[in-house]
Every structure is written in C-alpha cells, then in structure tokens.
C-alpha cells in the first residue's frame, strides 16, 4: 500500500508536477540520490507554475522556475506527504537506481577481473615470461565479451591460465583430446570448442607462446592445437564425395581409388583430408553439389565423374578438400537448389574457385518450373530476401517473378546424365 494519502498522491502525480518529478529523479540518480543543489525548469506553463507555487509554499510568476532540492525535501516533510523527496519519488514511480555507486561497484568489479588474472599468472608456472605479459595486455585492450558478468570472467581467466599451464608445460609428452582437456578444466568436454571464449583465450595465449599469428580460420585452428600437442575433433565432421581416383600410392589414395571403382560414394574427415594426397591429373573436372541425393543417383547410376557435395551449407570440411583439388589445378562446376539460400550458397563457391554454372541459368530454371507444373508435381513457395546470381544476372528475376523454390531432385535425370 502507498505511504501517502490517496488525495496528496493523486495531486503530486498529476500532470502539472511531472516534468519537475523526471528531472529531480534524474539529479538524484547521479548525485549519489543526495538531496542537494539545485535545478532550474523553463518555459513553465501556467499549469505547473500554478502547481509548483503550491508545492513550494511561495508564489511564482515567471516561466522559468529554480528549485533548490533541501528546500523541497523539507517543504514534503512537513506537508500532508510526511515524506523526503526520495520516498515520494518512489511512491510516484519506480525505485531511484544510485547510478554513481553502480558505475563505481562495476569499476571495483572490471579491477577484481583483472587483478584476479594477475594473481592467476603470477601463482603459476607461467609467471614471469615475457609473451604472459603480452597475452595479459591484449586481454585487457580485448576485454570482457558482452553479456560476460564478472564472475564469469573471474572463472574463465582462470581456467585459461590452468589449460595453457598444462600445455606449455615443458616436462608434458605425448597428446591429448581437447574434449578431455576440456572437460578437467570446466566440467565440460565442449568448454573448448571452436567459438567459445575460453578456446579464444587458450588459442591466443598459444600464439603468442610459440610466436605466431593467431588463425582466422577452423584449419589455421586445428594446426594451433596440433602445435601444443592436442588432437582436436578431426572426426565428427565430414564431406560426401564420390568418384576420386587421386595417383598417390599410399593406403588412402588406393582406398579412394576402390570405392570409385566399385561405384561406391566416400565420406572424408578432416582427420583424412590431413593424410591424403589428393593429386588427381591436372584439369580434372570436379561437380560439386548441394544435396546428398545427387551423389546416391550418381552411385546407382554407376556414374564415372568425380563429384563433391556440400550437403547444405558447406562446412569447413567441405572447403578444405576444395582448396586441396584447386591445388593440384582440379576445375569445378556448380548445381545447387533454385532457392534463395542456394543461389548464396553458389554465389560463395563459384566465387572462390572461379567454378563454372551447371545447369544454374535463367532458362534451366524456366524450363525446370514448367515440367514441375505439368507433371502436377506440388510447388514449394520461394520464401526470403531474393539474392542475385553472379553468373546469371537474369536468374534472380525469373525466380521472383514464378515464385517457385526448386530443389536438385527436380533435376536429377539432367544432372545424372551429366555426370555418366
């Protein structure tokens, strides 16, 4: 229940006093809520200016208005509110917020971060050792992810410091999983997963202690981790291929070799792309396409040409068995889904690899959206911000104007015939 009486509450909120209300709750809010000095309202109505002589106890004629904040503490105390300026306040709208403590209980808070990674550094083997004091400096120009509260960050310092302890340990020999180092430091065996601060903060610390650049990529990573001898997960993620015949003579090479001879598809881990030799002859042309169901026709078509898929969004994985064919002078050529998302998609490997378009133009996609409509086949909306084509700058208009979303099912004859 309210403090003041229903009448003096009805009156001090009224909209006369409002604007003299918002500017003593905002001079109270950054003074440390001290009812001292003094604020100044213009161009006062005549209202407020009647409800301002009242609330004051002295007659005001001007349009410009001093109000010194004791006097008006004072003047409510001993009116029929019997309370200070600051419970009135609270009794017309929410609790006042002491923004000067809070701005000085958050700079206590970012030292006790930073002082507690000095502590850290300095109770570890690692105290002492110039690029800790590099590492130290970049954290503090970097600072604390948004979102990140103190305690937080008070913990993952200091889980940081722990892990690179234990793999810049000069005595430690052999490897160790990043799930398991992860799970002894945070509980958790994805604590050091690529994207997480933690990894961020080991992977530069890393860096700086063998003196190399920090990577800006998931295999620039994985070498980083391989460097302090930690094996990171090289096996859950994989591309789908099928048909690679390279010319090495190592296990791997013949392997690939025998399921393409047997018309059988291949899915490779980045853990295989590391060990591979991938020299297939020079202008060997390689598809690539979107959706696994390509490569399966291909398989039961006993198709005889190398084809790549991406399966959707094409992970790191996918990219770096492309880079690896582009290095020995492979070519590509592109077919994905006639939706929005599959022209960006194409967009991002025809750029890279200078890939040419297959079966990707304007009259492809006309002449696909007519079969599809004769044979009664259901039409699925095409849905999103459209996307320009750069091989084909009247691609994107026909999309729109038939509003039809294609998959590569729709064109799958077409594209096993393209790779018999």
Request: hydrophobic residues 40%; negative net charge.
């Amino acid at each position: 229940m309210s403090a003041l009486p229903a009448a003096t509450r009805s009156w001090l909120a009224g909209p006369g006093l409002a604007r003299l209300w918002g500017a003593v709750r905002k001079r109270l809010e950054g003074n440390g809520v001290q009812s001292t000095g003094s604020l100044r309202l213009t161009a006062v109505s005549a209202q407020e200016r009647n409800d301002l002589s009242l609330l004051l106890g002295k007659p005001l004629t001007g349009t410009a208005v001093t109000v010194r904040l004791d006097a008006l503490d004072a003047r409510l105390r001993t009116s029929a509110a019997g309370l200070g300026l600051r419970e009135v306040l609270e009794e017309l709208g929410p609790p006042l917020t002491d923004r000067r403590a809070a701005r000085e209980d958050d700079a206590a808070q970012r030292r006790h971060v930073w002082s507690s990674l000095t502590s850290s550094l300095d109770a570890s083997p690692l105290a002492g050792q110039e690029w800790t004091r590099q590492w130290y400096d970049v954290l503090r120009r970097t600072g604390v992810p948004r979102g990140v509260t103190p305690e937080a960050a008070v913990r993952t310092h200091q889980q940081a410091v722990q892990v690179l302890t234990v793999l810049l340990d000069p005595e430690r020999t052999g490897t160790r999983g990043r799930g398991e180092l992860a799970a002894t430091a945070t509980g958790s065996a994805h604590g050091l997963d690529d994207g997480t601060w933690l990894a961020r903060l080991v992977q530069r610390g890393v860096a700086l202690a063998h003196d190399t650049d920090l990577p800006d990529n998931a295999a620039g990573r994985r070498a980083l981790w391989r460097l302090v001898s930690v094996t990171p997960d090289e096996v859950s993620s994989t591309v789908l291929t099928y048909g690679l015949r390279p010319t090495g003579e190592g296990w791997r090479e013949s392997s690939l070799r025998e399921r393409a001879a047997h018309h059988a598809e291949t899915h490779l881990t980045p853990r295989d792309l590391l060990d591979l030799r991938l020299q297939l002859p020079a202008g060997t042309v390689i598809h690539i396409c979107e959706n696994p169901r390509v490569v399966e026709a291909a398989a039961d078509a006993a198709c005889a040409k190398p084809l790549v898929c991406t399966s959707g969004s094409a992970a790191t994985v996918v990219f770096t068995l492309l880079d690896a064919l582009a290095a020995t002078g492979c070519r590509f050529a592109y077919h994905g889904d006639f939706d929005w998302p599959g022209i960006a998609l194409a967009n991002r490997i025809i750029r890279r690899y200078e890939a040419l378009p297959w079966r990707m133009g304007a009259e492809d996609y006309e002449r696909l959206a007519a079969a599809s409509q004769a044979e009664g086949v259901p039409q699925l909306p095409l849905d999103g911000r459209p996307v320009d084509a750069d091989w084909d700058p009247d691609l994107a208009p026909a999309m729109a104007a038939l509003g039809v979303a294609l998959h590569e099912e729709a064109t799958l004859d077409l594209l096993v015939e393209d790779l018999s």
